[in-house]
């Protein structure tokens, strides 16, 4: 088996911010959450976008995000506020972003602006750490487009899914007050949403990106949060966007690999130490290649999050 593998910081959870309350990015910052991203978008009022932006910068530049993936989500590229939280919060605090989260993508061109901007802004600054893009799949439009836009640029590592948007663009019912994943049973029969978070995952995995799955908007609701995250998990989501730091501790749980998970993935990995041999019988069962990588997979995130 492979010694311990350096890989990046997990995306099990990741928490949506108001942009222009700062004690808020406090508290996110001393939870237990993988990614925090600050928002400019929907949380904020249109006439505190402005001073959005500034919090944001001040957040940026005043706290500690080193232990945790740090971003921000601009506002749609429709609008007349995007162009502006792009330079404003990257020109005074391009060096503390990891990842731009770029809301409603409907086309690969949606990316490519984003990045060539990126592309000034970093030469510009001096700036030789790549921030990152997440794209957010939202709309039907965004869906029938999902594989082109995932292949779209080398700044791109994430996708996410955006289930109000999604609902609204394609006219479904609106079955709770949120809109977020809540009462789907009453109105569908199984998953409502499988077909465009498998068509997203798909896309993402094809391009080695991560995969989230979209918040559950009930944040009082346990049970209904456990069971949103591990259908998400089971179809291949690496994460779960979360509202609330109550949601932060379940989720983080549900894409945690359990003691059986690891115990899999090491009786795998040891058996398969030789790779050039392909298939290894392990119990009396044939593992693959692809397995071995699933395996692979499963075991260094273990390692990361000292759980091996």
Known sequence: ???????????????????????????????????????????????????????????????????????????????????????????????????????????ERDIHFVSRLLDGVEMALGQKRQIRIQACIETAQGLSRVREIAQADSRLSSLSFGIADYQASIGAGLVSLSGHGENEEQVYPGHRWHFPISRMVMAAKANELVALDAPYGNFKDAEGLKKSADLGKALGCDGKWVIHPDQIDTVNEVFTPSEEEIQRARQILEASDDRSRGAVNVDGRMVDLATIRIAQRVWDQAVFLGRN
Do not use: W
Request: include cysteine.
């Open 1 to 107: 088996m492979k010694d311990k593998t350096i890989i990046d910081k997990p995306y099990r959870s990741m928490i949506s911010v108001p942009g222009h309350k700062g004690k808020m990015h406090v508290r996110a910052l001393a939870s237990k959450v993988d990614v925090i991203m600050l928002d400019l978008e929907d949380s904020v009022p249109a006439d505190q976008k402005e001073a959005a932006r500034k919090t944001v910068v001040d957040s940026l530049l005043s706290l500690d995000f080193n232990v945790k993936r740090v971003g921000f989500r601009i506002n749609s590229l429709d609008t007349p506020f995007a162009y502006k939280d792009l330079i404003h919060v990257l020109e005074a605090a391009c060096d503390h972003i990891d990842t731009i989260v770029v809301p409603k993508v409907n086309h």
